[in-house]
């Protein structure tokens, strides 16, 4: 059918919307790469939070995740997290996750828009405690300068259990320059209030760098659940091959 292929096309990224598929800062969007293709991303910021990614895709529906790294300088703007942060956040206190992300629909399947789920399931060095991060996750096309996201999460552990709702947008300033507006509600006895504003650079196909000012704990996966009394600068190198 002619007229539906047009439609779907629309959905479909162009050269023009590649760069979506690097992902987001604090919110994720619903897109993997095509099957076999490994992605890696590499963050720093100015309090001195050291964070490294992969994932390969091993099927067109399926990618796999690891990462690791340590938050520092952590002071969250919330006390009744102080035993969180304390287990998870302390000073030099490693990181490390493995997780993978599903699509359930995509425009390539002539669905309307991409939804995937994705769990995490992390731990720190010490003492050692795990938890558990799952998000479903749409990403809509608007047109070809905007897509928009929206992430409601959760994050459960031993000590406290948390929800947030995150919502972004990519927005095509010109043919290699992206913004990239996210906030992150997160509901727990009121509502912390996280927000972050990207820009992404693409300086060649399949990689680009992004500049980002957040008030999140950290851009790595349980840092986004936490406010922090300070924004920080950072950076964030991301390839695709």
């Not at 091993?58 to 287990?87: C, I, P, T, Y």
């Amino acid at each position: 059918n002619k007229e539906r292929d047009t439609d779907i096309s629309k959905l479909i990224l162009n050269r023009g919307n590649r760069l979506i598929e690097h992902g987001g800062i604090t919110v994720s969007n619903a897109l993997i790469p095509k099957a076999g293709t490994s992605q890696i991303n590499l963050d720093y910021d100015s309090k001195g939070n050291l964070f490294g990614f992969y994932s390969y895709s091993l099927s067109n529906r399926f990618q796999l995740e690891l990462s690791a790294g340590s938050f520092n300088d952590v002071n969250l703007v919330d006390n009744k997290h102080s035993s969180l942060q304390s287990k998870y956040m302390s000073r030099n206190n490693l990181n490390y996750r493995i997780g993978g992300k599903f699509v359930i629909l995509s425009p390539k399947n002539y669905d309307p828009f991409w939804m995937t789920f994705r769990m995490s399931v992390g731990s720190s060095d010490q003492p050692n405690q795990g938890y558990l991060i799952t998000e479903l996750i749409s990403t809509f096309k608007l047109n070809d300068r905007v897509a928009i996201n929206l992430s409601p999460k959760y994050f459960f552990s031993e000590i406290e259990s948390i929800g947030a709702l995150g919502v972004s947008s990519y927005i095509n300033l010109i043919d290699k320059l992206q913004l990239i507006p996210e906030i992150n509600p997160v509901f727990t006895n009121g509502v912390d209030f996280i927000s972050s504003i990207g820009l992404r650079y693409s300086f060649e196909p399949g990689k680009s760098i992004d500049l980002y000012y957040s008030n999140a704990a950290g851009i790595q996966d349980i840092g986004q659940f936490f406010e922090d009394n300070e924004y920080r600068f950072g950076i964030k190198l991301n390839f695709i091959y």
